[in-house]
């Protein structure tokens, strides 16, 4: 089946590190990847798309990168805060013709102080 | 401008009884898409609206789920009768663009069967 995976256990880091974070997929080659982000009790908020023939992108502290070799995105969050401590969700389109999200697990950022 | 809303935020129910879900896309925004995730598991596709045509529905349960979008504007989701395992978070979503646009995301209706 076409997965998308994250690693599912929680990611516990420093407050200024940088968090890097890992969505592999399989049996599939999207034409891009999204990133969300997710607190609880609300839905996923967009962070970031990266397209396939892009190896990275960025916006403010955050960075995505986009290896088709490995099969695998990597998110960062540079001098990472407090607040970033979230779920973050890694999403592909299907493979229809439609706007049908495919998502990950998702993976929870803790950022201590 | 408004985001995504939901209602209600929370349902508790029993087993065999009736719920509607309903949701309000961002105005002007066709598509329309409905998901669930259950207690442990990822976020999954249920369906997709373009305007008030089912575009996808492959995500869809089983016959007990019913979902519309009259005159394109809202949407409801019905679950008739509901069981145990329909217990979960049901979100929905709107864009403009399905294949290249960003999904807007409700908060999600916490749906309990008892």
Redesign the interface.
Known sequence: SQK?EQNSEALNIQEGKTATLTCNYTNYSPAYL?W?RQDP??????LL?IRENEKEKRKERLKVTFDTTLKQSLFHITASQPADSATY?CAR??S???????????TTLQVKP | EAG?TQFPSHSVIEKGQTVTLRCDPISGHD?L?W?RRVMG?????LL?FVKESK??E??MPNNRFLAERTGGTYSTLKVQPAELEDSGVY?C?S?Q???T????????TRLTVL
């Open positions: 998308i999204q969300y009790g609300r839905g996923p908020v967009f798309l969700l389109h299907g229809s013709n439609t706007g049908k999200l495919i998502f990950g697990q998702g | 995504v598509n898409y998901y598991k990822e976020i999954k596709f997709h575009q996808d492959s995500g979100f979503a864009s663009n399905p294949k646009d960003t999904q807007y995301f409700g908060p999600g």
